[in-house]
T-cell receptor, first 118, second 112 residues
Framework: DGGITQSPKYLFRKEGQNVTLSCEQN?????MYWYRQDPGQGLRLIYY???????QKGDIAEGYSVSREKKESFPLTVTSAQKNPTAFYLC?????????????????FGPGTRLTVL | DAKTTQPPSMDCAEGRAANLPCNHS???????VYWYRQIHSQGPQYIIH???NNETNEMASLIITEDRKSSTLILPHATLRDTAVYYC?????????????FGTGTRLQVTL
């Protein structure tokens, strides 16, 4: 089955430790995204990548880093510089974002990883 | 991307139609209206989108006013499994990555 996987579903870390969240997709999508969601809030964009070896900062990139070495994978590292890392992290992907005036640009979301920093 | 305004919560009886409104008075001519929903502790799920014509799919219908300043998502026969937060998003499908700006959405509670 095609889709997006994120692991683990729940993750606990001690304060001051870096932690990497995985995101894999087998949909052959070019673009991938990382969002953060806090309780009762909407999603906020952390980073996105339109193509392999390229990525752009979103609205709240400080304290996070990403890599895009393979089309299928877009791992997110939450560094110790992130002041409030405890949150629900969601990864998404979409078809070629470069199609101008495309009427269809659905994003497919993974199940999310709930990170708790103790 | 234009901002949207949605009521924070709504209730609907199971089997009845759920009509979820969204205001987007500053929408531009090339911006589409998208609807996603998020069931508790899961990733958001795409529902439907449209530009200016009404749209229908197996999940819902989308009614966009003629001036495009507001829209309504209709779930024709709501079930308990439709209980979720529904997000209305407007964005242009042009060029760079399709970033979505999520507000706080409408929390729909479907009851027996």
């Amino acid at each position: 089955d095609g889709g997006i996987t994120q692991s683990p579903k729940y993750l606990f870390r001690k304060e001051g430790q870096n932690v990497t969240l995985s995101c894999e997709q087998n949909l052959n999508h070019d673009a991938m995204y990382w969002y953060r969601q806090d309780p009762g809030q909407g999603l906020r964009l952390i980073y996105y990548s339109q193509i392999v070896n390229d990525f752009q900062k979103g609205d709240i990139a400080e304290g996070y880093s990403v890599s895009r070495e393979k089309k299928e994978s877009f791992p997110l590292t939450v560094t110790s510089a992130q002041k409030n890392p405890t949150a629900f992290y969601l990864c998404a992907s979409s078809i070629d974002p470069g199609q101008k005036f495309s009427s269809y640009n659905e994003q497919f979301f993974g199940p999310g990883t709930r990170l708790t920093v103790l | 991307d234009a901002k949207t305004t949605q009521p924070p919560s709504m209730d609907c009886a199971e089997g009845r139609a759920a009509n979820l409104p969204c205001n987007h008075s500053t929408i531009s001519g090339n911006e589409y209206v998208y609807w996603y929903r998020q069931i508790h502790s899961q990733g958001p799920q795409y529902i439907i989108h449209g530009l200016k014509n009404n749209e229908t799919n197996e999940m819902a219908s989308l009614i966009i006013t003629e001036d495009r300043k507001s829209s309504t998502l209709i779930l024709p026969h709501a079930t308990l499994r439709d209980t979720a937060v529904y997000y209305c998003i407007v964005r242009a499908n042009t060029g760079t990555a399709s970033k979505l700006t999520f507000g706080t959405g409408t929390r729909l509670q479907v009851t027996l």
